[in-house]
């Protein structure tokens, strides 16, 4: 099995790496990340890649030879500014910013717009491959009750639309194919960090179980199921 993960420097990516090199199946993972990473295992082929940048997402699918891939996962994603804490999400109309919204639709949406373009030619034909992308729940705007997290909410509903868009194209084009996003609930990393006091007893996942539910999930995708969005728990969220 031959696998791309853009975005194994994160909490979810990195715990999505290692759990496919315990896969004994795993042939040879490429590993995308701005700055590569380093991994003793041999099977793992780094490569950068900035989400943010066309020209660097194009050269990096480059590496990988056409129609070779079982599975590409996007696990990336932006919901604040880690590190200068300027970016946060929004709570009222007031606080919307067109640099900040312009930033986390760059990575949530217009990055994964790229993904898609580069490497759904790079996804097998002659037997069934996927592509998923990390979204959230709060991208449904049928489940939107609480409002507020203005360009988080927008960005994945925007990504949920450009994965469904996809996903009647490329029925015409790769039978075989599904294309999917995955929501995987709470896990404990930076992202969601600030945000983990209201979280439910027993919700935040480690991303170690974060990884192996989404595993779990994704390989149970049928064909039927390209274009839709999926919980952690297998869940269609609707959108």
């Known amino acids: 099995m031959n696998i791309a993960i853009i975005g ?23 590993a995308f990340s701005r ?5 003793p295992d041999e099977r793992v082929n780094a490569v950068s890649l900035d989400l943010t940048d066309q020209k660097s997402i194009e050269k990096a699918a480059a590496r990988i030879f056409s129609q070779s891939l079982d599975l590409v996962i996007a696990a990336t994603g932006m919901l604040h500014d880690k ?62 009750r609480l409002g507020g997290w203005y360009s988080y909410r927008a960005s994945k509903a925007a990504l949920n639309m450009l994965i469904k868009t996809a996903a009647i194209e490329y029925n015409r084009l790769n039978k075989q194919a599904v294309i999917a996003g995955l929501h995987p609930g709470t896990v404990d990393s930076g992202l969601s960090k600030p945000f983990q006091a209201r979280v439910q007893e027993g919700k935040l996942f480690s991303p ?18 390209s274009g839709k969005c999926f919980a952690w728990d297998g869940q269609e969220i609707p959108a």
Not at 35 to 39: L, V
Not at 125 to 140: E, H, M, N, T, W
């Open 8 to 30: 194994v420097s994160g909490a979810i990516g990195s715990a999505l790496l290692e759990h496919y090199l315990a896969n004994g199946k795993t042939t040879e993972i490429f």
């Open 35 to 39: 700055t590569p990473i380093e991994h």
């Open 83 to 144: 590190s200068e804490g300027q970016l946060q999400p929004e709570k009222t109309l007031k606080q919307l910013s067109a640099e900040n919204m312009a930033e986390v639709f760059a990575v949530n949406t217009i990055g994964p717009a790229l993904l898609l373009k580069y490497f759904l030619p790079l996804l097998k034909r002659d037997s069934k491959s996927v592509f998923v992308a990390l979204s959230a729940r709060v991208g449904s705007i049928s489940d939107n």
């Open 208 to 225: 170690k179980k974060s990884a192996a539910h989404l595993v779990s999930v994704l390989e149970n995708l049928k064909q039927k199921d």
